[in-house]
């Protein structure tokens, strides 16, 4: 069970320059391009699947990923340790996919209205429900239909609910780094947590007990 | 930012999720997530231990949570850190190019890159791949070395300046079109896979620089220089497979003229780098030679610091103040992108190297080094030219690079660890390590298995699986 732990701030927001990718962000200020080849190495599986789950397109996702990295090369000489590395990383991410999610929105809506749903819109319960009916909870699921039916769950989310969830989840981020990263309060961070592992408790509800996978039954 | 998600009930489905017989759901996510404090923890344990209800909804919530686990994880290829490096190298390189009011070759060099890009994110199918490869195999081997060359009079003056003299290992990549497959075939497992790896970048450049390369191929071949150019061309492509991406884009960025004047700087650098045994000396040396040159406050600072300091200390201190004098522009920064038309060596920064260069500490220095190192310094034939090795040595000795091995060093790790978790990698990211310098390729493959080690914490369930209440 969860341990608990003072979740006020990040430790990283009071010394930063505990934070050693922070300090490799500083060699990269002081003109030492070396160490943002090694950031770079550190961060983009973690940045691309961060943003392929958030846009849902692999090509895509390596496009905004090379986006985020070059507004961080362009942003070094102003670059100031404030709170972890990866947390600055994410805001950056997070602007950079919230824009890219609007203007493909926006070219959505000039688009003739389609009478069938967009693979970009997201899920309902029901939907989903629908849509996993084919794979029949009651029998054992293989790894790929499981990992179908989680991806349809996360895509019951919106994108706010999302990106709080990637970052919690994938990134191991505290409430308070989410909620820099996102520009949202550590409270709003909470709520929107706590209605998005709702919505997945909701849409994964028929494979808690029953929808084991065929490997653990083995 | 409005905060909808909050304040209004679930948008999706339109209820109101709160059942207000349990506690409040806010409270037991927050709970799973560790982000309670000691007592609301201890209150929430107990409400757990109390009601079973309670206890069922925090193991559903986090049985939910814990699936997540099988979402899918990026791998990227390695040609991705490539272009991305390339890609920023050369926008910033634009931007100063801009700023410098000169945009006609950058807005090209971007375009170029542009469709670097896309062609990166497509797939392309030759009819008979094989065939293809075999034909561009001489260029598809030096593929780096075709790719920084403009014209066949780059090569010319690079050969002709001496800076990539030396025997360049056979290449029967150039044997005749008939003889290649044989060659093919002989090459190991490793050897396979980084021509495959060079086949890659080569294939996914635009097709115009494709044609460039191909025409350039053509013209050293039927050039009365051949033999010459081709070893130039192969020792120059050992070299630059050495160098970090970042500087191989650094290079790319500059135009043909400014990239010669470069490369001939950096072999220039390289042959009067300091052995490590000169190098031991050189620091010893310069610890006590360095606070001189510095502004009269900092220098009684440092000479305070450095008598109170322990031997591994003492380097510490002079890269802070190094640090200093570039932050306060007396000194030029390491990598700093070289303005239009200063094509020579970068000027040392407005501080004053005098007190070090002056005949009484330089004999002193003298009398320490290797035949080696007295044999670099006696060729700086002027004041200017020994003040630039100087601060080229102490870059060498106090720089970044040096500063990594104990400033920014990754944690030590079981070696046996970091074997099994190379053989683990694919095989196109082990032969893209192997073809590093060993101590480059160390630390990315440190940089790689603390990634993964950092992956696998956070996709450890934060209170594992264990009946609540426990």
């Known amino acids: 069970m969860a341990a608990s732990a003072a979740a006020s701030d990040s430790s990283a927001r009071i010394n930063p320059l505990a934070d050693p990718d922070v300090r490799l962000m500083l060699e990269v200020r002081d003109g030492n391009a070396a160490a943002f080849e090694e950031l770079m190495l550190r961060y983009q599986d973690r940045l691309v699947t961060v943003l392929e789950h958030l846009v849902g397109r692999r090509g895509q996702a390596e496009d905004l990923a090379q986006e985020v990295f070059l507004r961080v090369y362009r942003a070094r000489d102003r670059y100031q340790p404030g709170s972890k590395f990866s947390t600055w990383l994410f805001t950056i991410a997070n602007n950079v996919a919230s824009n890219a999610l609007r203007s493909r929105s926006r070219r959505r809506e000039v688009q003739v209205s389609a009478a069938t749903r967009s693979c970009d819109d997201p899920l309902t319960v029901e939907q989903l429900a629908q849509a996993a009916s084919s794979l029949m909870p009651t029998r054992l699921l293989d790894k790929a239909e499981l990992r179908d039916v989680v991806k349809a769950a996360l895509d019951t989310l919106n994108e706010r609910q999302k990106m709080a969830v990637l970052l919690n989840k994938f990134e191991d981020m505290s409430y308070a780094d989410i909620a820099l990263a996102m520009d949202m309060t550590p409270q709003a961070i909470k709520s929107l947590l706590s209605r998005a592992r709702e919505k997945l408790r909701d849409a994964l509800e028929p494979y808690l007990d029953r929808g084991a996978l065929k490997n653990d039954h083995a | 930012m409005p905060d909808d998600d909050v304040l209004r009930p679930d948008s999706d489905t339109g209820q109101d999720l709160r059942?207000?017989?349990?506690?409040?759901?806010?409270?037991?996510?927050?709970?799973?997530?560790?982000?309670?404090?000691?007592?609301?923890?201890?209150?929430?344990?107990?409400?757990?231990?109390?009601?079973?209800?309670?206890?069922?909804?925090?193991?559903?919530?986090?049985?939910?949570?814990?699936?997540?686990?099988?979402?899918?994880?990026?791998?990227?290829?390695?040609?991705?850190?490539?272009?991305?490096?390339?890609?920023?190298?050369?926008?910033?390189?634009?931007?100063?190019?801009?700023?410098?009011?000169?945009?006609?070759?950058?807005?090209?060099?971007?375009?170029?890159?542009?469709?670097?890009?896309?062609?990166?994110?497509?797939?392309?199918?030759?009819?008979?791949?094989?065939?293809?490869?075999?034909?561009?195999?001489?260029?598809?081997?030096?593929?780096?070395?075709?790719?920084?060359?403009?014209?066949?009079?780059?090569?010319?003056?690079?050969?002709?300046?001496?800076?990539?003299?030396?025997?360049?290992?056979?290449?029967?990549?150039?044997?005749?079109?008939?003889?290649?497959?044989?060659w093919l075939d002989s090459l190991n497992t490793e050897e396979k896979e980084d021509i495959h790896r060079k086949y890659e970048r080569f294939s996914h450049l635009p097709a115009d620089e494709q044609l460039r390369l191909r025409k350039l191929e053509a013209t050293i071949d039927s050039d009365g220089d051949a033999a010459q150019l081709t070893a130039t061309l192969s020792l120059f492509q050992q070299w630059l497979e050495q160098l970090p991406s970042v500087e191989r884009a650094e290079l790319m960025a500059l135009d043909g003229e400014q990239r010669l004047q470069r490369v001939k700087r950096m072999r220039r650098d390289e042959a009067r780098r300091l052995t490590p045994e000169d190098l031991q000396v050189f620091t010893s040396w310069f610890e006590g030679a360095f606070p001189k040159v510095l502004p009269p406050a900092l220098r009684a600072k440092v000479e305070q610091e450095l008598a109170a300091a322990s031997p591994d200390q003492r380097s510490a201190i002079i890269r802070r103040a190094l640090l200093s004098m570039q932050q306060q522009g007396l000194l030029p920064k390491r990598n700093q992108p070289p303005r239009q038309g200063q094509g020579g060596p970068r000027p040392a920064g407005r501080l004053a190297a005098g007190p070090l260069i002056n005949p009484r500490p330089l004999a002193e220095l003298r009398g320490q080094l290797s035949p080696h190192g007295q044999q670099v310094l006696s060729k700086a034939r002027n004041d200017a030219e020994l003040r630039a090795l100087i601060w080229s040595w102490a870059n060498q000795a106090f720089g970044p690079a040096a500063a990594r091995s104990n400033v920014l060093a990754l944690p030590e790790v079981d070696e046996d660890d970091l074997k099994r978790f190379f053989e683990q990698l694919s095989p196109v990211q082990r032969t893209h390590l192997l073809n590093l310098p060993a101590d480059q390729m160390k630390r990315q493959l440190l940089a790689r298995y603390q990634a993964k080690r950092a992956g696998e914490k956070r996709q450890k369930p934060r209170g594992g699986d264990a009946q609540p209440g426990e």
């Not at chain 2, 994880?73 to 801009?98: C, G, I, K, N, W």
């Not at chain 2, 075709?146 to 090569?155: G, V």
């Not at chain 2, 003299?165 to 044989?182: I, L, N, V």
């Open chain 2, 19 to 182: 059942d207000h017989d349990m506690p409040d759901r806010e409270l037991l996510v927050a709970y799973l997530d560790g982000e309670l404090d000691a007592d609301k923890a201890r209150h929430v344990e107990q409400l757990i231990a109390r009601d079973a209800r309670v206890e069922s909804e925090v193991r559903r919530l986090e049985r939910a949570w814990n699936l997540l686990d099988q979402l899918p994880r990026a791998d990227v290829a390695p040609s991705f850190t490539e272009s991305t490096v390339e890609m920023v190298t050369l926008a910033v390189q634009e931007e100063l190019r801009a700023a410098e009011g000169q945009r006609g070759n950058a807005a090209w060099s971007l375009a170029l890159v542009a469709a670097c890009i896309v062609g990166f994110a497509g797939a392309r199918f030759w009819p008979d791949a094989n065939r293809q490869l075999l034909r561009d195999l001489p260029l598809v081997d030096n593929v780096e070395a075709y790719r920084q060359t403009p014209q066949i009079e780059f090569l010319r003056e690079l050969a002709k300046s001496g800076a990539f003299d030396g025997h360049a290992d056979s290449t029967a990549s150039a044997a005749p079109f008939g003889e290649r497959k044989k």
